[in-house]
C-alpha cells in the first residue's frame, strides 16, 4: 500500500530525536486523530541550519515527519513556510488517499514551530505563518481533521 | 536469529487445513450436481449436505434439523437479527445487546434502530464482560431479543452465555449469540446453554471463507432473510454451495474432536506470549480479562507507540498480526472495542492483537518475543509520548 520511498524513510527515518538548545519548537495533533509530531528547530540568520523530530503515529506519519525535515533542513523561513503536505507527500511518491491526513501533520509541525520562533522574540507570527496558535492552525483543516474532537 | 514467517492473525481468519480440502475437492469435479435434482448422480450432494449438517448439529449439541447453511457469518447475523425484529415487532421494539459486537450485529442494530427499535448496549467494563445483573435491570416488558456475542474478536473474552440464557430463557425472551469467534476453540452447547440462535462462520476455524451456518432453536420461526428457491427447507434460498458446505462439516467434526487438547495447547501459547510480553516490555497493558478468554487471543496495548507502525514492523519480521489503531481501520477513530472497555485513544491506538490456532508453535509465540521488544523500543525512541 506504501511506495518504496515511504517504506524507505519509516524504517530508516531522518532527523529523529530532539534539539537541546532548539530556538523552535512545534507539536501537532492529538491523541484523538492517532498521530503527534512534535518538531525542534535550530534557526541562524532566518535559516533551518539544524531539525529534529519526534512522532508517535503510523507509517504515513513517521515517513512525512522524516522527509518534512529533509525538505527544511538548510532552508530559510521563507522556504520552508511555502512546503505543503502535497510537496511532501509527492517527495514520497504519494500516500494512499486515506492516508493524506497524516501528511498534513508535518506542514503544520513546521508552521507551529515558527510560530514559536516568533513569540519567543515577541513578533507577531500572524502576518508570517498566517496563524496565531497550533489550534487556530489545525480548525483551517475542517475538512481533513473530521472526526477529531477538538475541529 | 533466523527470520520466519510467523502467522499470528487467526481471528482475522484461518488456514484451511489439509483433510479439509481433501473432503472438499471430489464435491467440485466428481459430485457437482445440484443437490435438489431427481437423479441418482445428485444424490452424492445432498448426501454430503445432510452429513454436514449433522456434523454441525453434533458440535453445537443441536439437532440437524436446526442448522441451515448460509453465506457467511454476516448473513447468519443479519438473518438473526432482522427476522426476530420483523417477526416480533407487533410484541415489541427493544432489544438488548452489547457496544462491542462485530459490525455485522452493530450495523444490523443501527438499521434497526433507523426503523423505530431501540436497543439497550449493556456496558463491557474494563475486563471485557457482560454482567448479568446489567442484562436483568435492562429487560423490560417490550423485549423481544438478546444478542450478546460468545466470545469477543479482538480482546478474546468469553461471555456469560449460559447465565445468560439462563435469564433470557425465564423472561420468554428469544437469545441470539454470535459464536463465530468461539466454535471450534471453546466448547458450545445450545441446550445447555439455552441458546435460541447462534451464528458461526467456517474460515475462523479452518474451513474456507464464504461458508457459514446458523443454529435456529425449532420452533424459532423467524421470516426468511433470502427469498427464492426451496433450499434449506424453504428457509434460505440459493443453490448450496455443496463443496464449501462439506468443508465446514469436515472442519467443525475435526475441532470439536481436537477441542479438549487443542484448546488447552493453544492457551498454553497465549500465556506463554502474554506473560512474556509483560517480563520484555514495561508500559503495556493486557486488554480483556486473563481468565475468561479465548485460547488464541492475546491483545495487548503497548503505550507511547501506534499500532499500524507496530503492524508494519512486524511485518518486515515476518510476523502477521493486528491492530486496533485508527490509521489501520481507514477511519479516526480507534477500534469500537478498546473504546467500550474504556481505554484512552492513545493507549488504543498502540493495540496489538495476536490470535493463534491449530498451525502455531512455541517458535511462532518465542519468535515474537525477540522481535517484538526492540522494534517497541525504536518506535518509543521515536516518539515524543514516551518519557
Ligand atoms: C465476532 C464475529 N462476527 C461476525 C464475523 C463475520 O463473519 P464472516 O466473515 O463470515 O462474515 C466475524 C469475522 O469477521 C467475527 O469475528
Ligand atoms: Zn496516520
Known amino acids: ?151 | 536469529m533466523e527470520k520466519r514467517f510467523v502467522y499470528a492473525d487467526n481471528a482475522a481468519t484461518t488456514r484451511v487445513s489439509d483433510e479439509v480440502v481433501a473432503a472438499m475437492l471430489p464435491y467440485f469435479t466428481e459430485y457437482y450436481g445440484n443437490p435438489s435434482a431427481v437423479y441418482g448422480f445428485a444424490g452424492k450432494a445432498k448426501t454430503a449436505i445432510e452429513n454436514a449438517r449433522a456434523q454441525v448439529a453434533t458440535a453445537l449439541g443441536a439437532t440437524p434439523g436446526e442448522i441451515y447453511f448460509v453465506s457467511c457469518g454476516t448473513e447468519a447475523d443479519n438473518w438473526a437479527l432482522k427476522g426476530t425484529a420483523r417477526m416480533l415487532a407487533e410484541k415489541g421494539r427493544h432489544i438488548i445487546s452489547t457496544p462491542f459486537e462485530h459490525h455485522a450485529i452493530l450495523h444490523s442494530l443501527n438499521t434497526l434502530e433507523k426503523e423505530g427499535f431501540e436497543v439497550t448496549y449493556l456496558p463491557v467494563y474494563d475486563n471485557g464482560r457482560v454482567r448479568v445483573e446489567d442484562l436483568k435491570a435492562a429487560i423490560r416488558p417490550d423485549t423481544i431479543l438478546v444478542s450478546v456475542m460468545f466470545a469477543n474478536n479482538e480482546i478474546g473474552t468469553i461471555q456469560p452465555i449460559a447465565e445468560i440464557g439462563a435469564v433470557c430463557r425465564e423472561r420468554g425472551i428469544l437469545f441470539h449469540t454470535d459464536a463465530v469467534q468461539a466454535i471450534g476453540h471453546v466448547p458450545v452447547d445450545v441446550q445447555a446453554m439455552n441458546i435460541d440462535m447462534l451464528s458461526l462462520s467456517g474460515h475462523k476455524f479452518h474451513a474456507p471463507k464464504g461458508i457459514g451456518a446458523m443454529y435456529l432453536r425449532k420452533g424459532v420461526g423467524i421470516p426468511n432473510f433470502m427469498d427464492g428457491g426451496g433450499q434449506e427447507k424453504k428457509r434460505r434460498a440459493g443453490t448450496e454451495n455443496v463443496p464449501y458446505i462439506v468443508g465446514l462439516g469436515k472442519a467443525i467434526e475435526i475441532a470439536t474432536q481436537k477441542l479438549p487438547e487443542e484448546s488447552k495447547r493453544v492457551a498454553a501459547l497465549r500465556d506463554r506470549l502474554m506473560d512474556g510480553l509483560l517480563e520484555r516490555i514495561p508500559d503495556i497493558k493486557i486488554n480483556g480479562d486473563r481468565e475468561n478468554r479465548l485460547p488464541g487471543n492475546v491483545n495487548v496495548s503497548i503505550k507511547y507507540v501506534e499500532g499500524e507502525s507496530l503492524l508494519m514492523m512486524l511485518d518486515m519480521q515476518g510476523v502477521c498480526a493486528a491492530s486496533g489503531s485508527a490509521c489501520t481501520s481507514g477511519s479516526l477513530d480507534p477500534s469500537h472495542v478498546l473504546m467500550a472497555i474504556g481505554l484512552d485513544h492513545a493507549t488504543a491506538h498502540g493495540s496489538l492483537r495476536f490470535s493463534f490456532a491449530d498451525y502455531s508453535t512455541q517458535e511462532d509465540i518465542d519468535y515474537i518475543l525477540e522481535v517484538l521488544p526492540p522494534i517497541v523500543e525504536k518506535l518509543r525512541a521515536m516518539s515524543p509520548l514516551a518519557k
Open chain 1, 1 to 151: 500500500m506504501y511506495s518504496e520511498k515511504v517504506m524507505d524513510h519509516f524504517t530508516n527515518p531522518r532527523n529523529v530525536g530532539e534539539i537541546a538548545d532548539a530556538n523552535a519548537v512545534g507539536e501537532v495533533g492529538n491523541p484523538t486523530c492517532g498521530d503527534i509530531m512534535r518538531i525542534y528547530m535550530k534557526i541562524e540568520d532566518g535559516v533551518i541550519t539544524d531539525v529534529k523530530f519526534k512522532t508517535f503515529g503510523c507509517g504515513a506519519a513517521v515517513a512525512t515527519s522524516s522527509m518534512a525535515t529533509e525538505m527544511v533542513k538548510g532552508k530559510t523561513i521563507a522556504e520552508a513556510l511555502a512546503l505543503t503536505n502535497k510537496a511532501v507527500a509527492e517527495a514520497l511518491d504519494g500516500l494512499p488517499p486515506i492516508k493524506m491526513h497524516c501528511s498534513v501533520l508535518a506542514e503544520d509541525a513546521i508552521k507551529a514551530a515558527l510560530i514559536d520562533y516568533y513569540k519567543r522574540q515577541g513578533i507577531d507570527p500572524k502576518p508570517i505563518v498566517g496563524f496565531d496558535s497550533v489550534a487556530e492552525m489545525e480548525c483551517c483543516h475542517g475538512d481533513l481533521h473530521e472526526g477529531c474532537q477538538h475541529a
